[in-house]
């Protein structure tokens, strides 16, 4: 870490002021530099006027909701957004939405969750500017088909490679079933949720079998999948 650097500052936009200040003596605890914001119609002018690394936004606000407010960010900004949902259901309306939020968390959650979610994204949207790092542990050539694993040559069949594909184009995001099944399948009225999760397993088999002991594809609960190389270890 630069410790050069200024802190990164985390908008956090909550109404409920109790959560708002436990999040926000946690981020400076993590050396982050908060701003609280309580509304939504709020949010959009705060992002233009404390220039922030990443939202924290909360989906029921005042003046404007969450969604709303992904909306509107996203016309102009890709500026990292975590929302934060008050049930777990919620999450798979809110990706059919593709909204473009880049995490999303469940309450009631730790705030060392939290914590942990907001670096794993800043750390991702270093990894995208600095081209192809250490996390670009999947090699994928859409046009030949061909995956390359940790160096090594991975056979997939025709499934399995869509299923990759979609979920390494978009590390850290989370897709439902219902996402990665229609990125597989032209038409999947009569293939079922369990289907995805069977071939998932079979694909972090393989992906196993060439990177061991390194988890690429992790399971997100009551949502689906997101791929997110953990860093090597040692
Ligand atoms: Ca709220």
Redesign the pocket.
């Known amino acids: 870490m630069n410790t050069t650097q200024e802190p990164a500052t985390i908008l956090v936009v ?3 002021p109790k ?1 708002a200040r436990l999040l926000a003596d946690y981020l400076r605890a993590a050396a982050y530099e908060p701003v609280i914001v309580e509304r939504g119609d709020q949010a959009l002018a705060a992002v233009a006027e404390h220039r922030p690394a990443l939202m924290l936004l ?5 003046g404007m909701d ?1 969604i709303e407010v992904c909306r509107a960010l996203r016309r102009h900004s890709d500026l990292p957004v975590v929302m ?1 949902t ?1 049930r777990v259901e919620e999450i798979d309306r809110l990706l059919g939405l593709e909204l473009g939020a880049d995490d999303y968390i469940c309450k009631p959650f730790s705030p060392r969750e939290v914590i942990a979610r907001v670096r794993a994204v800043l750390r991702r949207g270093e990894a995208r500017r600095g081209g192809p790092g250490p996390e670009a542990v999947v090699e994928i050539d859409a046009e030949s088909r061909r995956v390359v694993v940790g160096g090594r040559p991975v056979s997939l069949t025709a499934v399995e490679f869509g299923l990759l594909a979609a979920l390494v184009e978009r590390p850290g995001r989370v897709f439902s079933r219902a996402e990665l099944l229609d990125r597989i399948y032209d038409d999947w009225r009569d293939v079922s949720d369990r289907a995805v999760d069977s071939h998932v397993k079979n694909l972090r088999r393989k992906l196993d079998d060439a990177l061991p002991g390194r988890t690429l594809i992790h399971s997100v609960y009551g949502v689906g999948y997101r791929y997110e190389p953990e860093p090597a270890s040692g």
């Open positions: 909550e109404d409920e959560l909360d989906l029921n606000l005042p969450g934060v008050a």
